[in-house]
């Protein structure tokens, strides 16, 4: 089981739905969609990846089995970035 953080150094603004985050120290900015906005959010307190997917499900119109999969393939890039913790519990 993946337990997922938001990772440090990150400041963030919301703009609507969406949200954009910068690292002051590397100088990267990135932009989140609604759906990263929402998880970004989630992870304020590290959360296992299938409560992720449980509360996204009754937040956005989406299957588990979709979800499930988005999540993880967003995570990973939000790993390689430096964005996110990830831990095997």
């Not at 996204?56 to 588990?64: H, K, N, S």
Request: glycine share 10%.
């Amino acid at each position: 089981m993946r337990v997922i953080g938001q990772g440090r150094d990150w400041i963030s603004s919301e703009l609507g739905d969406e949200l954009m985050m910068m690292n002051i120290e590397r100088g990267i900015y990135v932009g989140l969609n609604a759906m990263g906005a929402h998880i970004w959010r989630l992870i304020e307190a590290p959360r296992a990846v299938g409560d992720i997917c449980a509360a996204l499900v009754d937040a956005f119109e989406v299957d588990a089995g979709t979800c499930r999969a988005e999540v993880e393939a967003f995570v990973d890039k939000m790993e390689a970035r430096g964005l996110v913790t990830v831990e095997e519990a």
